[in-house]
């Protein structure tokens, strides 16, 4: 049924295959799978439920049935410049913001590196895995997770940053196979300008907190604390510290500065 409701949605768009599933693991999983079994670029896996989604560095990404969408695209990287990898997960948090904006009128933004908010709270993830040969690239999987109805948002105590989903934010159902393909179109559109500026200009539009002050959790130590200013080239996040000196960051957790905190 939804499988078939899923196929008609997508059949004008040029994805290699389909597979849909009721209920998996993960979908960037069964993508790697499939990879290695020889799936073609721009095959797509779904599920209408996930028991062992995943978001970085182990986390869980939580995705009950019937309510949100979770999907995996496989890229197969002939065409894409190891440079490009890199800018994955950016190609996925704007294809959601586009759509969103194209489909649905909702405003959106990128929390950099990963993360969609919309109305301060996160609605959207995206996770890009990348499969070896090597130290040749042989598949890029671009995981996507968006909450649609509320049943899809965890509960606050579960959550690193408070959530929320589409519904909840333009206070109407919203038919997720449409809002799915608006974000595949997206993504098909921008995936051959990965390289352009007009690419980073699109991103650095989006992105959550500019010209705030944040802190920049990198893992090594105390948080880094400074304005952020935008975008580097190559995706890194600058943010000018209280010392005048700019500083560039290429991983880390992003989060407001504390209420309260005075400089
Ligand atoms: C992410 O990780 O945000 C990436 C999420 C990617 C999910 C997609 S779904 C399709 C594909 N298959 C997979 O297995 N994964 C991808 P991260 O920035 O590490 O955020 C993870 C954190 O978000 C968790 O630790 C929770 O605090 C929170 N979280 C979990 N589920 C959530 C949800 N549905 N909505 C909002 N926040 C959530």
Request: aromatic share 6%.
């Amino acid at each position: 049924m939804q499988a078939t409701i899923l196929e008609q949605s997508l059949s004008t768009l040029p994805l290699g295959a389909t597979r849909f599933f009721d209920s998996i693991g993960s979908t960037n999983d069964e993508a790697l799978r499939w990879a290695r079994a020889g799936a073609p670029h721009l095959a797509l896996v779904m599920a209408d439920e996930q028991t062992a989604g995943r978001g970085r560095l182990g986390r869980r990404w939580y995705t009950p049935p019937g309510s949100a969408l979770a999907f995996s695209l496989l890229l197969r990287p002939e065409s894409l410049p190891a440079p490009l990898l890199t800018r994955l997960t950016a190609l996925g948090a704007l294809a959601v913001c586009i759509a969103l904006q194209e489909h649905l009128g909702l405003a959106s933004q990128i929390k950099w590196p990963n993360d969609v908010l919309a109305g301060g709270r996160k609605l959207a993830g995206v996770l890009v895995e990348i499969d070896w040969q090597g130290d040749r690239p042989t598949a890029a999987i671009l995981g996507i997770g968006i909450n649609i109805a509320s049943e899809s948002v965890p509960a606050d105590n579960e959550l690193m940053f408070p959530a929320t989903c589409v519904e909840a934010e333009l206070g109407s159902p919203v038919d997720r196979w449409a809002l799915l393909r608006a974000t595949l179109q997206a993504l098909l559109a921008w995936l051959p300008r990965l390289a352009s500026a007009d690419f980073l200009t699109a991103w650095e539009r989006r992105l959550a907190y500019r010209g705030e002050t944040v802190q920049v959790f990198t893992g090594d130590g105390l948080p880094l604390e400074g304005r952020l200013l935008g975008l580097e080239t190559d995706g890194a996040l600058r943010l000018r510290l209280p010392t005048g000196e700019i500083q560039s960051i290429q991983a880390g957790e992003l989060h407001l500065r504390p209420a309260g905190f005075s400089q």
